[in-house]
């Protein structure tokens, strides 16, 4: 059942009309959503793997039981040295950032400490 005003004129701004010409440059197609035809940058997602890395390290979870303390201590300082070399550091900042404010707000941080020398490093 298709429901009128889902209709394809509803979904262009009012001031073009029917003609989507001025939406083409700002709407991905459909290749561009799914990445066809298109060379993705290697390291798009690195900084948000690496904050939710550090978020398993950091935070209550069956990893983060598993290992030691001198062990959780030297991934995440493997982390930060792979972050040296990564060029959005403000990406990886902001899920950090994200993860730790749950973290802090659920109480579910595996070690305060940790958490402490995070942002000290």
Not at 35 to 62: F, H, V, W
């Amino acid at each position: 059942m298709h429901h009128p005003s889902y209709g394809r004129k509803n979904y262009l701004p009012t001031d073009l009309g029917n003609d989507a010409s001025g939406v083409v440059g700002v709407c991905p197609t459909a290749s561009q959503l799914k990445g066809i035809g298109n060379k993705t940058q290697p390291e798009s997602k690195c900084p948000e793997l690496l904050a939710n890395y550090c978020d398993m390290l950091l935070r209550k979870t069956p990893l983060s039981k598993k290992l030691t303390a001198d062990e959780i201590e030297s991934k995440l300082k493997d982390v930060l040295l792979v972050l040296k070399y990564v060029s959005n550091k403000d990406v990886f900042m902001r899920y950090h950032k994200a993860h730790l404010t749950r973290r802090l707000i659920l109480d579910t941080s595996a070690d305060s400490e940790k958490e402490e020398n995070m942002v000290e490093w």
